[in-house]
């Protein structure tokens, strides 16, 4: 992705309200509005979009520029450039109250939980994010909701005349991952940070050991600004307290969910699975120490309930949850990242998993989901599909090996492309890799599958079974038979078309037009469509991409694109 199109869609945030309202990850102000505004004359909303996809960067000319990279430092310089072409100065941002969180896995949700506390207090909130799912309006979202379509196409519109008036060269690649050099970092002055569970993902931009990763993602502490971390392995954990220590940022460690709980109720999260837990024991630190350095006028000092020895970092404040915590925990929703959707006889799975630790993650809640189904009352078998993308550096090999203890009787896959076109979609588009390169990805994910299932099929007698990652035996699921080599998976062109033919049109909502010829020419999809007609219940697990669930939730839900 071009720096061209993610910096104009920082400026197209930063602007988008007034200087005391806005957020580059979370903040909470009062006054802010969200109603829709007089757009330009003859635009629409996806003629912004659509605009905003030429800034994006062929894939040629990406893959050039990953190997010409040069000093990341400049990205940060060109960062305020465009901010003061956009008609803002960093001095703007300083004036907000802004709280910043990166992490590998959790920092949206993090984000998602801190927010929802922060609203149930009655304050205003602004909250931006990346990805988006289905439309790009959702990584800027005023009071829990997505800026309207005529609000997005005034400020882009408005933004893009004002940077086209001062046209420089756009030749330099920046990707927005959190960190350092991440164009975020230009906020100076936050009220408080957060770092989530940190792992191996972006290895080409941050470095291929956790260690180099937590240097990367250490980059947004300030100095004086308190920061909090979830429990971290003990080197990259080591590598933030130096970071904290050299620049002088007081970070402290999170007690767990169960010790705020302690004395008190269980706390409801509005987002299921185990690993949330982590997630929200962070929002809780960060909207308490925010909503105490607002009552002291942006000062206010952490009393760490343990004081730091030795390596140690202080431990944050225990603290009973208030009632307004509690009640922005319950009603947290964060779409395609722990979400069921039951139609009928189908159930989806939806989790943007996509780093080794998050699959972990997402194959212990959907087992646990399992464990607590509801038993279907029809004669037919029980189906657990599969469907799987992975873009980017990521393993797909590694990825696939911890999905194995799930026993999916279907391994489908797919590229992120909702349909074979997207002209007509242009939240969708992606001009940074062409189709032959994510077909051939989806193939070489097919072989990976396969050769994982013919090693179950014949394991190495003389050698002990593998360690079950996904947590305690009491989670294993009733064994199904084996299933024949290589003759379980498959691979569509398009979302739609994978979705077609795992739905077998039983899904009451998702009924799109007949299939098209040829769907089911495929020997496996000939026989797997009568199965999964005559399937009592199907399982459905959709991960490994956070814009694969995207594509789906698009066709599942069609209400998200209106």
């Known amino acids: 992705m071009s720096r061209a199109r993610n910096h104009l869609r920082a400026a197209l945030f930063l602007a988008a309200a007034s200087a005391r309202g806005v957020t580059t990850q979370v903040a909470a102000q009062r006054g802010l509005s969200a109603w829709p505004v007089p757009q330009e004359p003859s635009m629409e909303y996806q003629d912004a979009v659509r605009m905003l996809n030429t800034l994006q960067t062929n894939a040629g000319y990406l893959e050039q520029v990953k190997r010409q990279r040069g000093d990341p430092q400049t990205q940060l310089e060109a960062m305020e450039l465009y901010l003061a072409r956009s008609g803002l100065q960093v001095e703007d941002l300083d004036q907000l109250n802004i709280i910043h969180v990166t992490g590998t896995k959790g920092k949206g949700s993090t984000c998602a939980f801190t927010e929802c506390i922060l609203r149930s207090y009655g304050l205003k909130t602004g909250f931006f994010s990346s990805p988006h799912l289905v439309q790009v309006r959702e990584r800027i979202r ?56 940190l792992g191996i993902d972006h290895t080409s931009l941050l470095g291929d050991t956790v260690e180099k990763i937590a240097w990367q993602k250490g980059g947004i502490f300030k100095q004086g600004v308190p920061a909090f971390t979830v429990l971290q392995p003990e080197g990259p954990l080591a590598v933030l307290r130096d970071r904290a220590q050299q620049i002088s940022c007081p970070l402290y460690l999170c007690p767990t969910l169960e010790a705020l709980e302690e004395g008190g109720p269980p706390l409801a999260l509005g987002l299921d699975g185990e690993h949330q ?45 208030t009632s307004h915590m509690r009640l922005g925990l319950r009603n947290t929703e964060w779409l395609g990242r722990t979400q069921v959707l039951r139609r009928g ?30 038993r279907p009352s029809g004669s037919g078998p029980e189906v657990r599909v599969l469907l799987f993308n992975a873009t980017g550096d990521r393993d797909p090999a590694a990825l696939l090996k911890l999905l194995q203890p799930c026993q999916f009787d279907y391994a489908v896959f797919c590229p992120n492309l909702t349909e074979v076109s997207s002209t007509g979609n242009a939240d ?28 179950q099929a014949s394991p190495d007698l003389w050698s002990a079974p593998s360690p079950e990652p996904a947590g305690p035996t009491s989670l294993l699921l009733a ?33 799109p037009p007949t299939p098209p010829k040829g769907l089911l020419t495929h020997p496996v999809a000939h026989s797997g469509a009568s199965v999964l007609h005559e399937a009592a219940a199907i399982h459905v697990l959709v991960t490994g991409s956070l814009h694969l669930v995207g594509g789906v939730l ?9």
Not at 293 to 312: M, T
């Open 479 to 511: 064994p199904h038979p084996p299933h024949t080599c290589s003759a379980s998976s498959l691979v569509f062109s398009c979302i739609s078309h994978a979705l077609q033919w795992i739905s077998q049109g039983r899904d009451p909502v998702f009924q």
């Open 277 to 321: 837990r982590s997630n929200a024991a962070l929002a809780l630190q960060l909207a308490h120490c925010w909503l105490q350095r607002q009552d002291h006028h942006g000062a206010g000092e952490v009393k760490a309930s343990r004081p730091g020895l030795l390596w140690q970092l202080p431990l944050a404040p225990v603290f009973q949850p």
């Open 428 to 455: 969708q588009q992606n001009f940074t890799v062409t189709l032959d390169q994510v077909l051939l990805r989806c193939l070489e994910h097919q072989q990976h599958w396969n050769h994982l299932d013919e090693e």
């Open 345 to 374: 006889p189908l159930t989806w799975y939806l989790d943007g998993a996509h780093t080794p630790s998050s699959v972990q993650a997402c194959v212990r809640w959907f087992r646990q989901a399992l464990q607590g189904r509801e």
């Open 142 to 197: 005023i009071n829990g909701q997505p800026i309207s379509p005529e609000l997005f196409t005034k400020y882009f519109w408005r933004l893009y005349h004002r940077l086209e008036e001062t046209k420089v060269d756009l030749a330099v690649v920046e990707v927005g991952i959190g960190g350092a050099y991440d164009c975020t970092n230009i906020i100076r002055k936050p009220v408080v940070c957060g770092v989530s569970s």
């Open 554 to 562: 698009k066709l599942l839900e069609p209400a998200l694109s209106q």
